[in-house]
């Protein structure tokens, strides 16, 4: 989630954008499954859809940098240990959200994450 009001403020600031991407309950996530029960993911659908509306459709294998490779270049900058989330972007057609709406992130294979703006 982004705040676009918080982001676009501070780089008119000339500041860094975090805090558009950083205030609380800015990153909903669900359960974690370890790849020894899922696998690797190479490949698969993944969705987000408001109201029921699909908003942003894509599929794994579609990414610049494969799961493998981002988890391999950001080791050589961080210590990385099981658990640890890693936010990668998303598809295009990112877009605005309000109070009321049902937002419904889905990955093949896994369960979907849904949520609604309060």
Not at 38 to 62: M, P, R, T, Y
Request: proline residues 7%.
């Amino acid at each position: 989630m982004t705040r676009r009001d918080l982001q676009r403020g501070m780089g008119d600031q000339k500041k860094p954008w975090e805090i558009g991407k950083s205030f609380d309950h800015s990153a909903p996530i669900g359960p974690l499954f370890p790849v020894s029960k899922v696998g690797h993911f190479k490949e698969g659908n993944i969705q987000l859809s408001v109201n029921g509306v699909v908003k942003q459709k894509a599929d794994l294998k579609q990414m610049i940098w494969s799961v493998a490779e981002q988890i391999v270049k950001l080791s050589e900058a961080n210590e990385l240990f099981p658990g640890d989330i890693i936010y990668s972007g998303t598809p295009e057609n990112v877009g605005p959200v309000v109070r009321g709406d049902v937002i419904r992130c889905q990955i093949q294979k896994l369960p979907d994450l849904v949520m609604k703006i309060v």
